[in-house]
T-cell receptor, first 112, second 110 residues
């Protein structure tokens, strides 16, 4: 199993550009999450999904959008990138409530 | 007051020492996770607990559901254990959203 795969690992964006952060898992997990981690800070939930076709906002959803058309993929879209979106983004998945959590390796995004 | 509190926030130990990191929470939970993050690195799940105790190598995790408390122990600590350890709980409220502690930054000196 590859686990949770995030791409790209690094990206520099200019203010106002858009991009999609990809997240894929091959474990048939229903629950998937996008977090951001600012330097020296904890994880903040951006969006999450409890299954294909179902998504919901987390603590900090502004400036982001998600979709979940398949169980495997949970892309995060940044529209009109801003310097405040400079962060490390982590995708995670779990099979169910009492199961191990799997995290991707993270995407380090810088907006200049 | 945060719903998930970790202590200590920072910890420096000498190689070989026994280390304990604590996590207290104030909500009913379905599960508690201990995560490890090395500097500049990814996040790795160490344990998922819903009751009792688990052991993996030099790491031991315990949870007391009645007291709403969990501990992560590292025996015979090593410099490679230097990392941030994060406690995360999944509330029973049914929203499937984890609540994270602020992390414990551990440094083990050789």
């Amino acid at each position: 199993n590859a686990g949770v795969t995030q791409t790209p690992k690094f990206r520099i964006l200019k203010i106002g550009q858009s991009m999609t952060l990809q997240c894929a898992q091959d474990m048939n997990h229903n629950y998937m999450y996008w977090y951001r981690q600012d330097p020296g800070m904890g994880l903040k939930l951006i969006y999450y999904s409890v299954g294909a076709g179902i998504t919901d906002k987390g603590e900090v959803p502004n400036g982001y959008n998600v979709s979940r058309s398949t169980t495997e993929d949970f892309p995060l879209r940044l529209e009109l990138a801003a310097p405040s979106q400079t962060s490390v983004y982590f995708c995670a998945s779990i099979e169910g409530v009492n199961t191990e959590a799997f995290f991707g390796q993270g995407t380090r995004l810088t907006v200049v | 007051k945060n719903e998930v509190e970790q202590s200590p926030q920072n910890l420096t130990a000498q190689e070989g020492e026994f280390i304990t990191i604590n996590c207290s929470y104030s909500v009913g939970i379905s599960a508690l996770h201990w995560l490890q993050q090395h500097p500049g690195g990814g996040i790795v799940s160490l344990f998922m607990l819903s009751s009792g105790k688990k052991k993996h190598g030099r790491l031991i995790a315990t949870i007391n559901i009645q007291e709403k408390h969990s501990s992560l122990h590292i025996t015979a600590s090593h410099p490679r254990d230097s990392a941030v350890y994060i406690c995360a709980v999944l509330p029973t409220s049914g929203t499937y959203k984890y609540i994270f502690g602020t992390g414990t930054r551990l440094k083990v000196l050789a």
